[in-house]
């Protein structure tokens, strides 16, 4: 069983910035990419993050581009987030997912990626 477990979310006010952890454990961990998606109330999950694991490469959604740094610690098996210039339409519950091995299907899509955490809860205020 893989566990992964998100924290860091909060209430924060727009133009604050946020970092989200991912810590994933489990007697077999195979990675080869974690991802971030958030979902907001009545919306599809959506892809905001992800990075491989050995090479770190990491893809954005345009909407978080330039705002929200995705990045991981190999030795922890952690994954962040670093979220800058928080709007109101970043309040979502932020989840993390792991995509134990390289698939051809595109790395924003949820099914992707075979575990999931329960999510963080991120709500942006003005």
């Known amino acids: 069983q893989v566990q992964l477990v998100e924290s860091g979310g909060g209430l924060m006010q727009a133009g604050d910035s946020l970092r989200l952890s991912c810590a994933a454990s489990?007697?077999?961990?195979?990675?080869?990419?974690m991802a971030w998606f958030r979902q907001a109330p009545g919306t599809e999950r959506e892809f905001v993050a992800a990075?491989?694991?050995?090479?770190?490469?990491?893809y954005y959604a345009d909407s978080v581009k330039g705002r929200f740094t995705i990045s991981r610690d190999n030795a922890k098996n952690t994954m962040y987030l670093e979220m800058s210039s928080l709007k109101l339409d970043d309040t979502a519950v932020y989840y993390c997912?792991?995509?134990?091995?390289?698939?051809?299907?595109?790395?924003?899509?949820?099914?992707?990626?075979?575990?999931w955490g329960q999510g963080t809860q991120v709500t942006v205020s003005s």
């Open positions: 489990g007697r077999t961990l195979s990675i080869y990419a």
């Open positions: 990075i491989t694991w050995s090479g770190g490469i990491t």
């Open positions: 997912g792991i995509e134990p091995s390289f698939r051809v299907s595109w790395y924003g899509s949820v099914s992707t990626y075979d575990y």
